[in-house]
Nanobody
Framework: QVQLVESGGGLVQSGGSLRLSCAAS????????MGWFRQAPGKEREFITS????????YYADSVKGRFTISRDNSKNTMYLEMNSLKPEDTAVYYC????????????????WGQGTQVTVSS
C-alpha cells in the first residue's frame, strides 16, 4: 500500500501561483510513476501531468503545458506541482496518484490516490 497526502491548495487570484505537495508513505516511492489529476464540479477527473520513477520523463496535458511544472524528490518521498499563471478554469480539486507503470496519463493505470486538495482561482 502507498498512502498519499496532498497539501498546498488554497485561494489565489488569477495570474497567481501555488505549489502543491504530495507526500508518500508505505512502499518505496521511487518504484512508482506519479501523476497529478484534477476534478472540477460536474466534470470528470482529468489528467494534468505525470513524472517517471526517476523524474527523467515528464508529460503534460496541453491545458497546463508551459504553466505547470511537476517534480519529485525521491529522498523526501515527495512530489510537487508548481502552478503559475493560474486561471479561473484551473479551479478544481487536485489529486496526486501513484502507478506501478513508469508513468502514465491514464487514470485507470493509477493504483493509489490521495484525498485531494482544493485549488480556487478567482477572477
Amino acid at each position: 500500500q502507498v498512502q498519499l497526502v496532498e497539501s498546498g491548495g488554497g485561494l489565489v487570484q488569477s495570474g497567481g501561483s501555488l505549489r502543491l505537495s504530495c507526500a508518500a508513505s508505505g512502499r518505496t516511492f521511487s518504484d512508482y510513476g506519479m501523476g497529478w489529476f484534477r476534478q472540477a464540479p460536474g466534470k470528470e477527473r482529468e489528467f494534468i501531468t505525470s513524472i517517471s520513477r526517476s523524474g527523467g520523463i515528464r508529460y503534460y496535458a496541453d491545458s497546463v503545458k508551459g504553466r505547470f511544472t511537476i517534480s519529485r524528490d525521491n529522498s523526501k518521498n515527495t512530489m510537487y506541482l508548481e502552478m503559475n499563471s493560474l486561471k479561473p478554469e484551473d479551479t478544481a480539486v487536485y489529486y496526486c496518484a501513484a502507478t506501478k507503470e513508469v508513468y502514465s496519463r491514464y487514470k485507470t493505470m493509477y493504483d493509489y490516490w490521495g484525498q485531494g486538495t482544493q485549488v480556487t482561482v478567482s477572477s
